[in-house]
């Protein structure tokens, strides 16, 4: 699945290419990928325009002029692909899809604009989907009731990061970063490189977490999430940035995967053990439990 610097990918690719833009047509070839009834698309996305992209954690939401937003998660396979006479622009799952004519067997959506280009919203495995919500009602769905705070934003601070974790004294600090409750979109490679980067064990319980350290670790979690929007995101097996190249952070990536390797600040060989459920990187001389 996209972590949060991916879909930042996604949306800042997006944004360039279709606000403004009016919705001539959607169709779609299953309910599952696109649940929405054929009155409310008529209603309030046909003829409507795009006004924002946006994105909470790692949904989606495109808003229209209707005052209706659709809110897009990929899931495991999912991908944006935007096509006109000029360019063409790939998102997502790295399959022929992104390259190939649209639609293809694995085009769940098509959305048609006023000016002859078209958004498709492919997904092999159907696991992805498109909803179309009226935009005040998303902060009532559940999910984004729960999620955490958006580690990114410029008025989140070091205080109010550590305020997250405090009902959580006896849990590991590895699956309390990872609890999208806590903390909006951290997955695993990024819990993994910014407690390396703060010298935490993520074994460690949250309540043996000193202030100075979880000062180090919202400092670590915002570089590692901003270097890897900069490089186009992480998951380089499986996702592409909005330019349709490979995500690039992987390259630049202290521990993760790098198990065998030295530690790049103390040369100590990196293992990997098992944490909160989840494949977990560290270097034992740097991050002591």
């Not at 698309?41 to 495109?62: E, G, H, P, Y």
Request: aromatic share 8%.
């Amino acid at each position: 699945m996209p972590e949060l610097p991916e879909v930042e990918t996604v949306r800042r690719g997006l944004s360039e290419l279709i606000i403004g833009k009016q919705i001539l047509s959607a169709t779609s070839d299953t309910p599952k990928s696109f649940p929405n009834t054929a009155a409310d698309v008529r209603q309030f996305m046909i003829d409507a325009k795009v006004t924002a992209v946006r994105r909470r954690a790692k949904v989606l939401l495109i808003d229209l002029s209707s005052n209706y937003s659709l809110v897009i998660h990929l899931k495991m396979t999912g991908q944006l692909v935007y096509v006109d006479a000029q360019a063409r622009f790939g998102a997502g799952h790295p399959n022929d899809s992104l390259v190939n004519a649209l639609p293809d067997k694995s085009t769940r959506v098509t959305m048609s604009f006023s000016d002859d280009s078209k958004l498709f919203f492919n997904d092999q495995r159907k696991f992805g989907w498109v909803k179309l919500l009226p935009t005040a009602e998303i902060v009532n769905l559940p999910f984004m009731q729960k999620v955490g705070p958006e580690p990114l934003d410029l008025h989140f601070t070091a205080k109010q990061f550590r305020e997250r974790f405090t009902r959580r004294a006896r849990t590991s600090i590895k699956a309390a970063i990872l609890d999208q409750s806590v903390v909006a979109g951290v997955g695993n490679i990024y819990a993994d490189e910014s407690l390396w980067g703060a010298k935490i064990h993520p074994k460690r319980l949250v309540g043996s977490i000193t202030d100075a350290e979880f000062e180090l670790l919202y400092t670590d979690v915002r570089a590692v999430m901003n270097l890897s929007i900069e490089k186009g995101g992480s998951s380089n097996r499986n996702y592409v940035n909005a330019e349709g190249k490979r995500g690039s952070y992987m390259d630049f990536a202290n521990v993760f995967r790098r198990e065998g390797l030295p530690c790049p600040r103390c040369g100590t060989t990196i293992e990997k053990l098992r944490v909160a459920g989840r494949g977990t990187h560290i270097c034992p001389f740097c991050q002591v439990l």
